[in-house]
């Protein structure tokens, strides 16, 4: 079945509906939507059309004054997003053409979100996921018994610390090892598309499954944090400095680097990853993310997704193409691309 880009399908449908816009902005929705509507070269917020747009404040195109509400955490998934509240409630946004923004009414935490499935974990330990519909069933919505302090969920599967300090993988229909978790102590997970990562209770992070475009080489150092995603994955050295590895190799002459994996120096408190970017929260609680550049067949990576808000965050999570922070006075701000509704905060 052919599969359109978040950017493809929304001209494709544009020329359907008898030709292009004559300027960016002249219908509803034209400056956030994804598309070069008047075929000029430029989109949403990068075409100069759009300048004044309730959809394009200041001079960024990223609204930085982020509405307060009792949120207590964010994740991140392809193209959806999820919440969770003071109270243990999860909301979720964007696609849900899996279920995956459809989450069971009990209180979680520790909430993890990939393409097909999110997981959190009950107030007696356990996982509950929910998604996997339709084709996308490759047992990653199966968690195992038992209790569970952290979890880090991939394409395929899903991985999570246990109350031992253990890991435990499940999943893998599409199997390319990243089930296979490595014995040992451990603090945190993170599930990448087809790979996951861990930092030992050592400080030493171990990689395993899908070992392409050199996911799984992972620099010496100490960490406190890692994050996997689909062409690297990046950790946050106990220093405050952040390491990034993968991005090697090409896809019929597409490169997998689009800058991802050139984190920019300083002290940081927090690491994400996506597909083709990487963002971090320094020490001021300011968001900077990299990456974002070339193309992915004949469509642009850069869907905005490394152009953060403004102001002070305490934690950050990323999707395919875009992202999700959570602020000190529990509003969540996103953005990206929107095309699935992954970055309207409910």
Known sequence: MLALSPVVVPVFLALLAGGCA??????????????????????DCDDSDCDGSPDCPG???????????????IAAGGVHSCGTQQDGLVS???????????????SLSGVSASFYHSCGIGTDGGVTCWGCGG???????????????????????????????????????????QCEAPEGGFVQVSGGSLHACAVADTGGVSCWGDGDNG??????????????????????LSAGGIACWGCEGDDDGEPFDHGQCTAPEGSFVSVAVGSYHSCAIDLGGSLQCWGCYGEDGDSSVDLGQCEPPGGSFTSVALGKYHGCALNETGGVACWGNDYYGQITVP
Do not use: I
């Open 22 to 43: 004559q300027y960016e902005g002249d219908a509803a929705g034209e400056c956030s939507d994804g598309a070069d509507n008047d075929r000029d070269g430029s989109y």
């Open 59 to 73: 001079d960024s195109g990223v609204d930085t004054d982020v509405p307060s509400r009792d949120w207590a955490a």
């Open 92 to 106: 979720c946004w964007g696609s849900d053409d899996y279920n995956q923004s459809s989450p069971p009414g009990s």
């Open 135 to 177: 084709e996308q069933d490759s047992g990653q919505c199966d968690p195992p018994d038992g209790s569970f302090v952290q979890l880090g969920v991939g394409t395929y599967h899903g991985c999570g610390v246990t109350s031992k300090g253990e890991l435990a993988c499940w999943g893998c229909g599409v199997e390319q090892g």
């Open 215 to 236: 996911k799984l080489e992972v620099p010496e150092g100490d960490f406190q944090q890692v994050a996997a995603g689909k062409w690297h994955s990046c950790g946050l």
